[in-house]
């Protein structure tokens, strides 16, 4: 009913940068929650970035002053700038939406993307 398409992946140097971006489609009644979560090797999944429909973020401890998340309400996309990445900072990183829909327009459900590859290597 949600389809995430996520974009902005890719290599990148210690110290350097990337965007990433997350758009949501389909039968969308109202998107509650945004957010980033990566998944490093032989590691769980950990949120990274979070943010309500009214601008309130959160972030993990280990990314807070580096990267910066941030929606458009009306194109339902959200975006994670990553600055001063760290080698640590390597995983794959997966949008989530918590969204209501036009089937379900009281309860929310949660979506996630395919996810997309972040490695940070000189």
């Known amino acids: 009913q949600v389809q995430l398409v996520e974009s902005g992946g890719g290599l990148v140097q210690p110290g350097g940068s990337l965007r990433l971006s997350c758009a949501a489609s389909?039968?969308?009644?109202?998107?509650?929650?945004m957010g980033w979560y990566r998944q490093a090797p032989g590691k769980q999944r950990e949120l990274v970035a979070g943010?309500?429909?009214?601008?309130?973020?959160n972030y993990a401890d280990s990314v807070k002053g580096r990267f910066t998340i941030s929606r458009d309400n009306d194109k339902n996309t959200v975006s994670l700038q990553m600055n001063s990445l760290k080698p640590e900072d390597l995983a794959v990183y997966y949008c989530?939406?918590?969204?209501?829909?036009?089937?379900?327009?009281?309860?929310?459900?949660?979506?996630w993307g395919q996810g997309t590859q972040v490695t940070v290597s000189s």
């Open positions: 943010i309500t429909r009214g601008g309130v973020t």
């Open positions: 989530r939406v918590l969204a209501t829909t036009v089937r379900s327009p009281l309860v929310p459900n949660e979506y």
């Open positions: 389909g039968s969308i009644f109202v998107i509650q929650h």
